[in-house]
């Protein structure tokens, strides 16, 4: 089974950083986009950011445009979503998803992760 691997998350104070990868496993992310979602406690999941199969297309959610940056490095076969000026708000369990031949002009997904939480808290 294809699989992808979310690491990265933990606790960290308001304002803070952390960066999130997202690994393949059995197959190359070449030819796909990369999403990532997370979901709250209580609250449904959500769109956060996505990156196209060749990079060269970006989209963020309203609320994390100029906090996070989506990128990717296909020789690692690793997609990162780095997240600075964290804000409670953003405590969720994160996922990424792998789009084929997806250009992120919408969020889709043809594989998960299965997420990794990040909590931010004083």
């Known amino acids: 089974q294809y699989q992808l691997v979310e690491s990265g998350g933990g606790l960290v104070q308001p304002g803070g950083s952390l960066r999130l990868s997202c690994a393949a496993s059995?197959?190359?992310?070449?030819?796909?986009?990369i999403s990532w979602f997370r979901q709250a406690p209580g609250k449904e999941r959500e769109g956060v950011s996505c990156i196209s199969s060749n990079g060269g297309n970006t989209n963020y959610a309203d609320d994390v445009k100029g906090r996070f940056t989506i990128s990717r490095d296909n020789a690692k076969n690793t997609v990162y979503l780095q997240m600075n000026n964290l804000k409670p708000e953003d405590t969720a369990v994160y996922y990424c998803?792998?789009?084929?031949?997806?250009?992120?002009?919408?969020?889709?997904?043809?594989?998960w992760g299965k997420g990794t939480l990040v909590t931010v808290s004083s």
């Open positions: 059995g197959f190359t992310l070449d030819y796909y986009a």
């Open positions: 998803a792998a789009d084929y031949l997806g250009s992120c002009l919408y969020y889709g997904a043809d594989y």
